[in-house]
Protein backbone atom coordinates (compact mmCIF):
# COMPACT_ATOMS: atom_id res chain seq x y z
CA UNK A 1 0.00 0.00 0.00
CA UNK A 2 1.14 3.59 -0.96
CA UNK A 3 2.05 5.35 2.31
CA UNK A 4 4.15 8.42 0.54
CA UNK A 5 1.30 10.88 0.67
CA UNK A 6 -0.78 12.28 4.09
CA UNK A 7 -3.91 10.39 4.23
CA UNK A 8 -6.97 13.03 3.70
CA UNK A 9 -8.14 14.76 6.91
CA UNK A 10 -11.45 13.20 8.17
CA UNK A 11 -13.84 16.66 9.16
CA UNK A 12 -13.49 16.22 12.93
CA UNK A 13 -9.66 16.91 12.41
CA UNK A 14 -10.08 20.19 11.21
CA UNK A 15 -7.99 21.80 14.30
CA UNK A 16 -5.04 19.08 12.94
CA UNK A 17 -5.05 20.62 9.46
CA UNK A 18 -4.59 24.19 10.62
CA UNK A 19 -1.83 23.23 13.00
CA UNK A 20 0.10 21.19 10.44
CA UNK A 21 -0.61 24.52 7.95
CA UNK A 22 1.19 26.22 10.53
CA UNK A 23 4.25 23.73 10.90
CA UNK A 24 4.42 23.61 7.40
CA UNK A 25 4.66 27.17 7.01
CA UNK A 26 7.76 28.18 9.40
CA UNK A 27 10.02 25.10 7.60
CA UNK A 28 9.54 26.79 4.23
CA UNK A 29 10.23 30.02 5.76
CA UNK A 30 14.33 31.11 4.65
CA UNK A 31 15.09 31.27 7.94
CA UNK A 32 12.96 28.44 9.31
CA UNK A 33 16.45 27.41 11.78
CA UNK A 34 15.28 30.25 13.54
CA UNK A 35 11.93 28.92 14.60
CA UNK A 36 12.92 25.73 15.76
CA UNK A 37 11.65 25.86 19.13
CA UNK A 38 8.39 27.39 17.98
CA UNK A 39 8.24 24.24 15.05
CA UNK A 40 9.04 21.60 17.82
CA UNK A 41 6.19 22.95 20.18
CA UNK A 42 3.76 23.20 17.88
CA UNK A 43 4.52 19.70 16.74
CA UNK A 44 4.28 18.67 20.45
CA UNK A 45 0.86 20.54 20.16
CA UNK A 46 -0.44 18.62 17.49
CA UNK A 47 0.65 15.37 19.09
CA UNK A 48 -1.53 15.87 22.40
CA UNK A 49 -4.31 17.28 20.22
CA UNK A 50 -4.30 14.16 17.98
CA UNK A 51 -4.66 12.19 21.23
CA UNK A 52 -7.35 14.27 22.52
CA UNK A 53 -9.40 14.44 19.63
CA UNK A 54 -9.21 10.39 18.83
CA UNK A 55 -9.91 9.41 22.73
CA UNK A 56 -13.21 10.62 22.79
CA UNK A 57 -14.56 10.46 19.10
CA UNK A 58 -18.28 9.69 18.79
CA UNK A 59 -19.50 6.86 17.50
CA UNK A 60 -20.46 8.41 14.26
CA UNK A 61 -16.83 9.51 13.79
CA UNK A 62 -15.87 6.11 14.75
CA UNK A 63 -17.20 5.04 11.53
CA UNK A 64 -15.52 7.45 9.46
CA UNK A 65 -12.48 6.57 10.71
CA UNK A 66 -12.81 2.67 9.60
CA UNK A 67 -14.21 3.67 6.54
CA UNK A 68 -10.65 5.77 5.90
CA UNK A 69 -9.73 5.42 2.27
CA UNK A 70 -6.15 4.88 3.67
CA UNK A 71 -7.22 2.36 6.25
CA UNK A 72 -5.12 -0.84 6.07
CA UNK A 73 -7.43 -3.63 4.00
CA UNK A 74 -7.04 -7.34 3.96
CA UNK A 75 -4.49 -7.39 1.18
CA UNK A 76 -2.25 -4.71 2.80
CA UNK A 77 -2.13 -7.11 5.69
CA UNK A 78 -1.68 -10.27 3.91
CA UNK A 79 1.57 -8.49 1.96
CA UNK A 80 2.59 -7.27 5.16
CA UNK A 81 2.91 -10.10 7.63
CA UNK A 82 1.18 -13.44 5.96
CA UNK A 83 4.63 -15.22 4.54
CA UNK A 84 4.22 -17.83 1.60
CA UNK A 85 0.84 -16.91 0.83
CA UNK A 86 -1.40 -18.27 -1.98
CA UNK A 87 -4.53 -17.08 -3.27
CA UNK A 88 -7.37 -20.12 -3.60
CA UNK A 89 -10.04 -19.34 -6.11
CA UNK A 90 -13.80 -20.15 -6.79
CA UNK A 91 -16.66 -21.54 -5.15
CA UNK A 92 -16.73 -24.33 -7.65
CA UNK A 93 -20.24 -23.56 -8.18
CA UNK A 94 -20.70 -20.23 -9.57
CA UNK A 95 -17.43 -18.33 -9.72
CA UNK A 96 -14.95 -16.48 -7.93
CA UNK A 97 -15.51 -13.23 -5.83
CA UNK A 98 -13.09 -10.58 -5.34
CA UNK A 99 -14.79 -9.22 -2.46
CA UNK A 100 -13.14 -12.75 -0.30
CA UNK A 101 -9.70 -13.43 -1.13
CA UNK A 102 -8.96 -16.23 0.86
CA UNK A 103 -5.84 -18.42 0.63
CA UNK A 104 -2.66 -20.47 3.01
CA UNK A 105 0.03 -18.50 4.30
CA UNK A 106 2.42 -18.51 7.23
CA UNK A 107 1.88 -16.06 10.49
CA UNK A 108 4.58 -15.96 13.10
CA UNK A 109 5.36 -20.24 13.33
CA UNK A 110 1.66 -21.04 12.03
CA UNK A 111 0.57 -22.28 8.92
CA UNK A 112 -2.81 -21.03 8.66
CA UNK A 113 -5.72 -20.00 5.93
CA UNK A 114 -6.46 -16.57 5.45
CA UNK A 115 -9.72 -15.12 4.68
CA UNK A 116 -11.23 -11.84 4.57
CA UNK A 117 -12.88 -9.15 2.92
CA UNK A 118 -11.45 -6.65 0.15
CA UNK A 119 -12.53 -3.25 -0.67
CA UNK A 120 -10.22 -2.19 -3.13
CA UNK A 121 -8.08 0.71 -3.36
CA UNK A 122 -8.84 2.78 -6.95
CA UNK A 123 -12.30 2.92 -8.41
CA UNK A 124 -11.95 0.18 -10.61
CA UNK A 125 -10.86 -2.30 -8.25
CA UNK A 126 -13.80 -1.08 -5.92
CA UNK A 127 -16.50 -2.19 -8.58
CA UNK A 128 -14.52 -5.10 -9.09
CA UNK A 129 -14.49 -6.06 -5.29
CA UNK A 130 -18.50 -4.76 -5.12
CA UNK A 131 -16.76 -2.34 -2.18
CA UNK A 132 -16.65 -5.07 -0.15
CA UNK A 133 -19.89 -6.76 -0.31
CA UNK A 134 -19.83 -10.54 -0.91
CA UNK A 135 -21.82 -12.24 -2.98
CA UNK A 136 -22.97 -15.61 -2.05
CA UNK A 137 -20.57 -17.10 -4.27
CA UNK A 138 -17.58 -15.22 -1.62
CA UNK A 139 -19.16 -16.78 1.15
CA UNK A 140 -19.57 -20.52 -0.79
CA UNK A 141 -15.53 -20.24 -1.53
CA UNK A 142 -14.64 -19.06 2.12
CA UNK A 143 -16.77 -22.11 3.44
CA UNK A 144 -14.89 -24.75 1.37
CA UNK A 145 -11.72 -23.29 2.13
CA UNK A 146 -12.34 -23.24 5.72
CA UNK A 147 -13.31 -27.27 5.22
CA UNK A 148 -10.09 -27.60 3.76
CA UNK A 149 -8.25 -25.98 6.48
CA UNK A 150 -10.29 -28.29 8.59
CA UNK A 151 -8.70 -31.55 6.56
CA UNK A 152 -5.43 -30.62 7.10
CA UNK A 153 -5.56 -29.09 11.04
CA UNK A 154 -4.98 -25.94 10.42
CA UNK A 155 -6.24 -22.87 11.98
CA UNK A 156 -8.30 -20.21 9.89
CA UNK A 157 -7.97 -16.49 10.29
CA UNK A 158 -10.68 -14.09 9.04
CA UNK A 159 -10.58 -10.62 8.54
CA UNK A 160 -13.51 -8.91 8.51
CA UNK A 161 -14.23 -5.01 6.54
CA UNK A 162 -17.66 -5.41 4.90
CA UNK A 163 -20.57 -2.85 5.53
CA UNK A 164 -22.84 -6.03 4.71
CA UNK A 165 -23.55 -8.42 2.12
CA UNK A 166 -24.18 -7.09 -1.08
CA UNK A 167 -27.64 -6.71 -2.07
CA UNK A 168 -28.81 -7.06 -5.73
CA UNK A 169 -31.10 -9.55 -7.32
CA UNK A 170 -28.50 -11.31 -8.71
CA UNK A 171 -27.47 -12.49 -5.34
CA UNK A 172 -30.54 -12.79 -4.09
CA UNK A 173 -31.45 -15.54 -6.68
CA UNK A 174 -28.20 -17.48 -6.27
CA UNK A 175 -29.05 -17.91 -2.33
CA UNK A 176 -27.23 -14.74 -0.44
CA UNK A 177 -29.14 -15.64 2.75
CA UNK A 178 -28.87 -19.48 2.55
CA UNK A 179 -24.90 -19.02 1.93
CA UNK A 180 -24.41 -16.97 5.15
CA UNK A 181 -26.48 -19.04 7.21
CA UNK A 182 -25.10 -22.31 6.13
CA UNK A 183 -21.36 -20.11 6.76
CA UNK A 184 -22.72 -19.31 10.63
CA UNK A 185 -23.89 -22.91 10.91
CA UNK A 186 -20.55 -24.54 9.83
CA UNK A 187 -18.27 -22.54 11.26
CA UNK A 188 -20.16 -23.07 14.67
CA UNK A 189 -19.03 -26.76 14.70
CA UNK A 190 -15.22 -26.79 12.14
CA UNK A 191 -12.95 -28.75 13.90
CA UNK A 192 -10.44 -26.38 13.65
CA UNK A 193 -9.04 -23.29 16.08
CA UNK A 194 -10.83 -19.84 14.02
CA UNK A 195 -9.70 -16.31 14.99
CA UNK A 196 -11.72 -13.47 13.46
CA UNK A 197 -10.70 -9.69 13.55
CA UNK A 198 -12.63 -6.74 12.75
CA UNK A 199 -10.45 -4.50 11.01
CA UNK A 200 -12.25 -2.06 9.70
CA UNK A 201 -16.43 -1.95 8.92
CA UNK A 202 -18.50 -5.20 10.28
CA UNK A 203 -22.06 -4.90 8.88
CA UNK A 204 -24.54 -7.55 9.74
CA UNK A 205 -24.88 -10.76 8.18
CA UNK A 206 -22.25 -9.93 5.77
CA UNK A 207 -19.60 -9.91 8.96
CA UNK A 208 -21.15 -12.85 10.37
CA UNK A 209 -20.72 -14.96 7.71
CA UNK A 210 -17.19 -15.19 8.36
CA UNK A 211 -17.42 -14.30 11.96
CA UNK A 212 -18.17 -17.39 13.76
CA UNK A 213 -14.81 -17.67 15.87
CA UNK A 214 -13.43 -18.96 18.74
CA UNK A 215 -11.82 -15.69 19.59
CA UNK A 216 -13.61 -12.47 17.32
CA UNK A 217 -11.47 -9.18 18.14
CA UNK A 218 -11.54 -5.52 17.04
CA UNK A 219 -9.01 -2.89 16.08
CA UNK A 220 -9.74 0.43 18.11
CA UNK A 221 -11.35 2.02 15.37
CA UNK A 222 -13.30 -0.75 13.77
CA UNK A 223 -17.80 -0.61 14.11
CA UNK A 224 -19.37 -4.05 14.31
CA UNK A 225 -22.95 -3.27 14.42
CA UNK A 226 -26.30 -5.23 13.42
CA UNK A 227 -27.10 -2.42 10.75
CA UNK A 228 -24.51 0.73 9.54
CA UNK A 229 -25.94 4.09 10.94
CA UNK A 230 -27.16 5.10 7.86
CA UNK A 231 -29.65 1.91 7.48
CA UNK A 232 -30.72 2.54 10.88
CA UNK A 233 -31.21 6.43 10.51
CA UNK A 234 -33.07 6.00 6.82
CA UNK A 235 -35.54 2.62 9.06
CA UNK A 236 -36.39 4.72 11.98
CA UNK A 237 -36.34 8.55 10.76
CA UNK A 238 -37.31 8.08 7.31
CA UNK A 239 -33.92 9.78 6.94
CA UNK A 240 -30.20 9.48 6.62
CA UNK A 241 -28.96 12.95 7.74
CA UNK A 242 -25.86 14.19 10.11
CA UNK A 243 -28.42 14.23 12.74
CA UNK A 244 -30.00 11.26 12.17
CA UNK A 245 -27.18 8.79 11.50
CA UNK A 246 -25.28 10.37 14.64
CA UNK A 247 -28.30 9.68 17.11
CA UNK A 248 -28.08 6.20 15.32
CA UNK A 249 -24.89 5.48 15.70
CA UNK A 250 -25.26 5.87 19.63
CA UNK A 251 -27.57 4.01 20.21
CA UNK A 252 -26.48 0.72 17.90
CA UNK A 253 -23.59 0.61 20.79
CA UNK A 254 -21.19 -0.29 17.51
CA UNK A 255 -17.47 0.81 18.84
CA UNK A 256 -15.06 -1.46 19.75
CA UNK A 257 -15.24 -0.56 23.73
CA UNK A 258 -18.93 -1.04 23.69
CA UNK A 259 -18.93 -4.69 21.97
CA UNK A 260 -16.36 -5.34 24.43
CA UNK A 261 -18.79 -4.01 27.41
CA UNK A 262 -21.54 -5.64 26.12
CA UNK A 263 -19.85 -9.51 25.53
CA UNK A 264 -19.86 -9.77 21.85
CA UNK A 265 -15.96 -9.04 21.64
CA UNK A 266 -13.18 -10.80 23.17
CA UNK A 267 -10.66 -7.74 23.11
CA UNK A 268 -9.93 -4.91 21.29
CA UNK A 269 -6.68 -4.19 19.35
CA UNK A 270 -5.12 -0.99 19.79
CA UNK A 271 -4.27 1.22 16.72
CA UNK A 272 -1.53 3.38 15.97
CA UNK A 273 -1.95 7.20 17.03
CA UNK A 274 -5.11 8.45 14.99
CA UNK A 275 -5.85 5.46 13.15
CA UNK A 276 -4.63 2.14 11.05
CA UNK A 277 -4.33 5.02 8.31
CA UNK A 278 -1.51 6.93 9.72
CA UNK A 279 0.87 4.45 10.22
CA UNK A 280 -0.50 1.20 8.51
CA UNK A 281 3.09 -0.68 8.72
CA UNK A 282 2.63 -0.08 13.03
CA UNK A 283 -0.66 -1.37 12.82
CA UNK A 284 -0.11 -4.13 10.60
CA UNK A 285 3.09 -5.02 13.37
CA UNK A 286 0.10 -5.05 16.09
CA UNK A 287 -2.42 -7.35 14.15
CA UNK A 288 0.37 -9.89 13.63
CA UNK A 289 1.80 -9.71 17.13
CA UNK A 290 -1.76 -10.33 18.44
CA UNK A 291 -2.60 -12.89 16.06
CA UNK A 292 0.20 -14.88 16.91
CA UNK A 293 -0.65 -14.43 20.96
CA UNK A 294 -4.62 -15.64 20.33
CA UNK A 295 -3.50 -18.71 17.76
CA UNK A 296 -1.27 -19.85 20.57
CA UNK A 297 -4.19 -19.68 22.92
CA UNK A 298 -6.30 -21.82 20.83
CA UNK A 299 -3.74 -24.43 19.46
CA UNK A 300 -3.64 -25.94 22.53
CA UNK A 301 -7.34 -26.86 22.86
CA UNK A 302 -8.49 -29.86 21.44
CA UNK A 303 -11.04 -29.93 18.70
CA UNK A 304 -13.86 -31.06 20.95
CA UNK A 305 -13.27 -28.25 23.21
CA UNK A 306 -13.10 -25.82 20.64
CA UNK A 307 -16.63 -26.77 18.62
CA UNK A 308 -18.43 -26.77 22.50
CA UNK A 309 -16.23 -23.44 23.95
CA UNK A 310 -17.31 -21.43 20.65
CA UNK A 311 -21.49 -22.81 20.94
CA UNK A 312 -21.04 -21.70 24.24
CA UNK A 313 -19.42 -18.36 23.56
CA UNK A 314 -22.55 -17.33 21.01
CA UNK A 315 -25.25 -19.23 23.01
CA UNK A 316 -24.79 -16.33 25.42
CA UNK A 317 -24.80 -13.38 23.31
CA UNK A 318 -27.61 -11.45 23.68
CA UNK A 319 -28.76 -12.98 27.43
CA UNK A 320 -29.27 -10.80 30.47
CA UNK A 321 -31.08 -10.60 33.70
CA UNK A 322 -34.42 -8.98 34.51
CA UNK A 323 -34.96 -7.95 38.32
CA UNK A 324 -37.99 -8.50 40.00
CA UNK A 325 -39.83 -5.35 41.15
Given at each position: ?D????????????P????D??I?????????E????????????????????F???D??????V?R??????T??Y????F????E??????FG?????????G???????????????R?T?????????C???????K?????????????P?V??????????G?G????G?A??I?????E????????????????G???????GV?????M??????S???P?????????????????????A????????????????????P???????????AD????????R???????????????????F?????FC????
Amino acid sequence: MDTSTEPPPLPFEAPLVELDAQIRALEAREDAEDFTDQIESLRRNREDLLDKIFEGLDPVNVVKVARHPGRPQTADYINAFFRDFRELHGDRRFGDDPAIITGFGRVGPYKVLVIGHQKGRTTEERIKCHFGCAHPEGYRKALAKMKLAEKFGLPIVTLIDTPGAYPGMGPEERGQAEAIAMNMREMSRLRTPIISVIIGEGGSGGALGIGVADRVDMLQYAWYSVISPEGCAAILWKEANETTNAAAANALALTAKDNLANGIIDHIVEEPRGGAHRDPAEAADRLERHLVDRLGEVARLNPRTLVENRYEKFRRMGSFCVEEP
